[in-house]
């Protein structure tokens, strides 16, 4: 601090104690891993108000009760396998995802273009790239434990109700790789739409809109082609609906049940259905960096 002396009109500096900071530069990395972690907490309102906590947790549960009264039933009437298998019990409870999605993609993006945020983040080492990752990160990161709990509870009642280990590990184990793919493929489309508006309820409606209507469409231009004796077209018309996306490749590398009139086709179908949704899965991430480049930093 310098000040005026008023005799000589010369200024003197004062030590009044700043040091120097000595400690570890964590860089970039520690920054990506900060931010990912806090928003996936956010993701479940964690470090937030008690209100923020409810609506994702009360979708947990959701999520969760009918595996647990699955896993208790199964135990008390000693069934020999699970009524529902993981990859099953995750889709019958799409709509239950949908709004987890609709509710959290906004509250995961939007909130830093309403209260421009942005710069603040990019004031440190942290680029647009690194935002886009972060944020990807723990949106796939809050969906996959959403989807993946229930599954393990499933797999866990199994156990305590002495089936065989190795069937429902294998169904556990596909259960898991479906919420892995499920997860990439949604947090994209959802991330995507919900940075398109600052305003969070705008955000919420534009997210499970998309999602309603593709699924819509794609049902019915597939129960369309399938009633009019073209079951390949079907099959490919599921391509509309992530989910549905989803569920076809699925059922091409483990075998699970198809909701569709018509699976994908044969290898074909599996091999298009999987290159289609790692296009959805890479553009969606690509559009996201794009969006990114154009939010002011300033």
Known sequence: MSTSDSGSG??????????????????????????????????Y????????????????????????????????????????DAVEYMFALEPAIAIYLAAQSPATVSRDLRFRTMPLYLSRPLTRNDY?????????????????????????????????????????????????????VLAGVGLLIASITPRRGFGVAAVITVLLLLSLVSGVLSGLADANDHPDLSGYFAMLSPVALVQGVLYWLVNTTSSYPQPPPGTTGGLVFTAVMLVVIVGCYALLLARYRKVSAS
């Open 132 to 184: 886009v990752l972060a944020k990807y990160g723990a949106m796939s990161s809050a969906l996959f434990i959403l989807i993946a709990l229930p599954q393990t509870v499933l797999f866990v009642g199994a156990l305590l109700a002495k089936m065989s280990f190795w069937p429902n590990a294998k169904d556990w184990a596909a259960g898991l790789l479906g919420a892995v793919l499920l997860s990439l």
């Open 10 to 43: 010369a200024g003197v500096i004062h030590d009044i104690g700043f040091r120097h900071y000595e400690g570890p530069r964590l860089g970039r990395g520690y920054l990506i891993r900060s931010l990912l972690i806090e928003s996936l907490r956010g993701c």
């Open 45 to 84: 309102g964690l470090g937030r108000s008690t209100r923020s906590k409810i609506m994702p947790f009360l979708l947990l549960a959701v999520m969760v009760a009918p595996a647990v009264i699955v896993a208790v039933v199964a135990g008390v009437t000693n069934l020999k396998r699970l009524p529902i």
